[in-house]
């Protein structure tokens, strides 16, 4: 898996447009995925702020999850929070990192 993801990284640094890469990224997400990384490299990130003395930081995962913490449902981000149809409250907004 981290040959696949050094090959996609070479080829987007030698200026391959990412709509050629699709194939490749596939490939990754279904590695990760099998690996037991459940959000795979989807478009759910937020971009971290930039700091003093760096450039921009790397983004951060973001789901949506459970209100009360009590299960584990996750959904990606959208423009709208859903509503938990058990509690009817908003799903919490959750970075996870490292």
Do not use: K
């Amino acid at each position: 898996m981290n040959d696949l993801a050094m090959r996609i990284a070479a080829a987007l640094r030698d200026g391959r447009p990412p709509a050629e890469m699709s194939g490749r990224l596939d490939e990754l997400e279904d590695s990760l995925l099998r690996a037991g990384y459940t959000a795979g490299i989807g478009p759910f990130r937020s971009v971290a702020p930039d700091l003093p003395g760096i450039d921009g930081g790397h983004p951060q995962l973001e789901v949506f999850a459970c209100p009360s913490q009590v299960c584990s449902r996750v959904v990606p981000p959208d423009d709208d929070v859903p509503i938990c149809r058990v509690l009817d409250r908003p799903l919490r907004r959750v970075r996870l990192g490292r």
